[in-house]
């Protein structure tokens, strides 16, 4: 089964706009990471964020981490088209475990 | 330049035949893994080495043999392919310093 499940699983803004997406998992974790997926193409690595930390941000994003609720968001300020893409948030148990990963969020950012 | 490479890019064959798909990293990462993305996009693990040893197998049909010749590449190797084993299967290596885990571009199998 998964080990995070993505909310929502779609999402259409207007460009220039927010994006905020939640990543929820179920066990303990070392690291929490989100990745980027365009279409037909591989993953790439956005941000991983530790389990003892809250707040990260990377350029135009910042992803929160909350281990008491064992969730995350992952907030893209300003979208632009070129981030239309699938975000996956994935957990990892251990340094160098696999990774688990969730469903994906699929954000569609119009112009 | 590229980090993480798989060949091929597409690979389309027929029921019960075998196939291998390889993976090479030049960033001399020591850990490598196969992951499936199935048609929904849902991403699992597969398999993972350290150093050409295997260190994860996941509940994996016996008919996917992973291959590691050295550190640098994991080969994966089908044997009777199945309609079930469409998807496509990415290979990524692990960055120990930064626990980021770098993927190839997918090899998208095809099994009519």
């Known amino acids: 089964s998964q080990q995070g499940e993505e909310d929502p699983q779609a999402l259409s803004i207007q460009e220039g706009k927010n994006a905020t997406m939640n990543c929820s998992y179920k066990?303990?974790?070392?690291?929490l990471q989100w990745y980027r997926q365009n279409s037909g193409r591989g993953l790439v690595h956005l941000i991983l964020?530790?389990?003892?930390?809250r707040e990260k941000h990377s350029g135009r994003l910042r992803v929160t981490l909350d281990t008491s609720k064992k969730s995350s968001s992952l907030l893209i300020t300003a979208s632009r088209a070129a981030d239309t893409a699938s975000y996956f948030c994935?957990?990892?148990?251990?340094?160098?475990?696999?990774?688990?990963f969730g469903g994906g969020t699929r954000v569609l950012v119009k112009p | 330049d590229t980090a993480v490479s798989q060949t091929p890019k597409y690979l389309v064959t027929q029921m019960g035949n075998d196939k291998s798909i390889k993976c090479e990293q030049n960033?001399?990462?020591?850990?490598m893994y196969w992951y499936k993305q199935d048609s929904k996009k849902f991403l699992k693990i597969m398999f993972s080495y350290n150093n050409k040893e295997l260190i994860i197998n996941e509940t994996v049909p016996n008919r996917f043999s992973p291959k590691s010749p050295d550190k640098a590449h994991l080969n994966l190797h089908i044997n009777s392919l199945e309609l079930g084993d469409s998807a496509v299967y990415f290979c990524?290596?692990?960055?120990?310093?930064?626990?980021?885990?770098?993927f190839g571009p997918g090899t998208r199998l095809t099994v009519l």
């Open positions: 964020i530790r389990s003892n930390e």
């Open positions: 066990t303990s974790i070392n690291n």
């Open positions: 990524a290596s692990l960055s120990g310093s930064t626990d980021t885990q770098y």
């Open positions: 994935a957990t990892d148990k251990a340094a160098g475990n696999k990774l688990t």
């Open positions: 960033l001399g990462h020591d850990t």
